[in-house]
């Protein structure tokens, strides 16, 4: 895999919990329909990389397969780093079934990317192991079903250094990644492409730039406002130091566009949105909403969201939306003013919900 270079420095890519399922659910389904061992499995990503991955701990037997792919974060800091991520693949009557064995947590709050009770393997991992399987009955003329059984050993010790338990997945790690490949996260390392991303826009003639967080925001921009992003850049949770940067740059007009998980910290002054500089979002939510007028019992509620999304539909229920929105709205353009030089020309597009539920909340 490539590395990326940041003034002089590499910095080495990983890839995510995701890709190692799908993988060793590829080479254990390998294994199951021919009985022979798998010791390298190529894995094409959502992003497009293609990974050539060794196959670990290798189990043939008459009625399933099992095998694992270990984690590498590259220079990312990542708890789940090194791990062993292992698919037991056997026969099924028909269809694709995925499930969680051990070391995977169950979600056990609304709001979160799989429904309470499933185990914590998201959408896109899950579409990922899904299509592999697929692909590996059709290659071997298996018409019948597969099920995969995902299991990190240690996840639940694992799990107890990460936010899964706060967030209400309990019992073990999640199963994440949307792209399959992990950036490295090195702060200054992301500052610095981001300056120089900002630099060669400029350079190149440009005086406004898209800014979004991450690649549901880049998702949204694309596919749900349908812009051009022939001048865009990911500031990731870098909010401030992005916009200040594109001031310095020159740039006249801005366009920020992120899913309002990270932008309601704006409304409490959070630039960097990060986990680390705080969280605050519920605490957010209902500051806006109890000055909007929201009863007592509606804030206990919003309090045990585990995400701004259930929130969202809590207040929505309530008949609070509008006004706790246009409340929300007016606080982050509070945080813009003092914190963006006045050069710079900032429009927000705040967007909720994930995939093909993704839609605007409000703009500024």
């Known amino acids: 895999m490539d590395d990326r270079l940041v003034r002089g420095k590499l910095l080495r890519r990983g890839y995510t919990t995701g890709s190692c399922a799908a993988a060793a659910a590829k080479a254990a389904g390998i294994m199951l329909l021919t009985k022979i061992p798998c010791l390298s499995i190529d894995l094409k990503t ?74 914590a393997i998201n959408t896109m991992p899950r579409k990922m192991i899904e299509q592999e399987l697929e692909s590996v009955c059709e290659q071997h003329g298996y018409n019948g079903g597969l099920s995969a059984i995902i299991s990190i050993p240690g996840g639940a010790e694992l799990a107890a250094r990460t936010f899964n338990p706060r967030m209400g997945i309990q019992g073990g790690l999640s199963i994440l990644g949307t792209s399959g490949i992990v950036e490295p996260m090195s702060e200054k390392a992301i500052l610095d492409t981001i300056r120089t991303e900002l630099s060669m826009l400029y350079a190149a003639g440009h005086r406004d730039v898209v800014l979004t967080i991450g690649n549901h925001g880049e998702a949204f921009a694309r596919d749900v406002l349908r812009l051009h992003l022939d001048a865009h850049v990911k500031c990731a949770n870098f909010i401030g130091e992005t916009l200040s940067s594109a001031a310095e740059k020159g740039f006249k007009n801005a366009l920020l566009i992120g899913h309002i998980g990270k932008l309601v910290k704006l409304g409490i002054g959070i630039t960097n949105t990060h986990s680390d500089h705080g ?30 999304d259930a929130a969202l539909d809590r207040i929505r229920h309530a008949g609070l939306f509008e006004a706790t929105m246009s409340l929300l709205r007016i606080k982050i353009e509070d945080t813009l003013h003092r914190h963006i030089a006045e050069s710079l020309n900032v429009k927000l597009i705040c967007f909720c919900g994930l995939g093909d539920k993704m839609e605007e909340v409000f703009s500024i």
Request: proline share 5%; hydrophobic share 35%.
């Open 46 to 119: 959502p992003s497009g990389i293609v990974l050539t991955l060794d196959v670990a701990d290798i189990e043939i037997t008459p009625e399933y397969s099992s095998c694992a792919i270990q984690k590498d974060s590259g220079d990312d800091p990542d708890v789940t780093n090194g791990c062993l991520v292992y698919a037991r693949v056997s026969f099924a009557s028909n269809g694709i079934e995925i499930s969680g064995g051990e070391g995977i947590g169950r979600v056990t709050k609304p709001g979160l990317d799989q429904k309470v009770g499933a185990h």
């Open 279 to 308: 969280d605050g979002r519920m605490e957010t939510l209902i500051a806006c909403a109890l000055e909007v007028g929201a009863p007592l019992a509606l804030l206990h509620e919003i309090r045990e969201c585990v995400s701004t």
